[in-house]
């Protein structure tokens, strides 16, 4: 199994960034899937998760509005556009099936002037 997030980088405030997950070696098209960032010396927190089929969107509530999660299954690769950046999005990003072991390596997203 393989989880590749790219697309992170330094952006200042107000900026967007588009982040891909690129997939494979499982069955991307039966899971659903989301984004989760984490702060160092912190726990992965849950940004937006997407179901199968690309309905449903769910989001954390201080993304709500500026982030979008989509999915393109017949690429296996999920993403994420990020819009109206603030400094508190800055963390390391990461894709994830919902109930699997599987996690991406990540990719940092800073956030600053």
Avoid at 5 to 23: A, K, M, N, Y
Avoid at 71 to 78: P, Q
Avoid at 86 to 107: E, F, I, M, N, R
Wanted: glycine share 12%; proline share 5%; net charge positive.
């Amino acid at each position: 199994v393989q989880l590749v997030e790219s697309g992170g980088g330094l952006v200042q405030p107000g900026g967007s960034l588009r982040l891909s997950c690129q997939s494979s070696g499982f069955a991307f098209r039966d899971y659903d899937m989301a984004w989760y960032r984490q702060l160092p010396g912190k726990g992965r927190k849950f940004v937006a998760a997407l179901t199968t089929t690309g309905g449903m969107p769910n989001y954390e509530d201080s993304v709500r509005g500026r982030f979008t999660i989509s999915r393109d299954n017949a690429k296996s690769t999920l993403y994420l556009q990020m819009n109206n950046l603030k400094p508190d999005d800055t963390a390391v990003y990461y894709c994830h099936p919902l109930d699997s072991p599987y996690w991406g390596q990540g990719t940092q997203v800073t956030v600053s002037s």
